[in-house]
T-cell receptor
């Protein structure tokens, strides 16, 4: 079946622009995660949804970052007034129920470059 | 806080060589441990996992044993192939949903 998809795959933004990154999780997966992966580093947790509820946003680096999942399926990560330090790959993952031992399935990521 | 430290790369090997990537962790609770792999041009995918001490995860010829006494989860493969060239990430999750990843180890296997 279809895996997690993300769009766009690449995004170039000028400093100060707003961007929106989309994630389509695996159908039926309750839990959805966003991670940020800087060049040469491992992914860092940003936020977690269970259905439409955002249960944890402790990893969002600033109030310029905002995520939503209004109908419990597709999610959007929005970054306002982008800065150069926001340049990274943004990964979305989904899992069936979000338990600790459960496999998270990752999308291909969106590579954001802020100039 | 909870964290993972893994062997720095890059690692370059010849085909059929033995591969070990070291991973140690620090955790306040009893973590589940994972190895994820990222092949060139592809997304992260789970390679193997172990959820309690002394468990051994295995997949595609790779193995890792959850060692509580040494807080380690080293990845091993006895005979690597060119197709094993990838970036390998060790990760943990402690009683919740967040994955904490290591920095990744790039492995290149030469024919």
């Amino acid at each position: 079946g279809a895996g997690v998809s993300q769009s766009p795959r690449y995004k170039v933004a000028k400093r100060g622009q707003d961007v929106a990154l989309r994630c389509d999780p695996i159908s039926g997966h309750v839990s959805l995660f966003w991670y940020q992966q800087a060049l040469g580093q491992g992914p860092e947790f940003l936020t977690y949804f269970q259905n439409e509820a955002q249960l944890d946003k402790s990893g969002l680096p600033s109030d310029r970052f905002f995520a939503e999942r209004p109908e419990g399926s597709v999610s959007t990560l929005k970054i306002q007034r982008t800065q150069q330090e926001d340049s990274a790959v943004y990964l979305c993952a989904s899992s069936l129920a979000g338990q600790a031992q459960e496999t998270q399935y990752f999308g291909p990521g969106t590579r954001l470059l802020v100039l | 806080g909870d964290s993972v430290t893994q062997m720095e790369g890059p690692v370059t090997l010849s085909e059929e060589a033995f591969l070990t990537i070291n991973c140690t962790y620090t955790a306040t609770g009893y973590p589940s441990l994972f190895w994820y792999v990222q092949y060139p041009g592809e997304g992260l995918q789970l390679l193997l996992k172990a959820t309690k001490a002394d468990d051994k995860g295995s997949n595609k010829g790779f193995e890792a044993t959850y060692r509580k006494e040494t807080t380690s989860f080293h990845l091993e493969k006895g005979s690597v192939q060119v197709s094993d060239s990838a970036v390998y990430f060790c990760a943990l999750s402690v009683n919740d949903y967040k994955l904490s990843f290591g920095a990744g180890t790039t492995v290149t296997v030469r024919a």
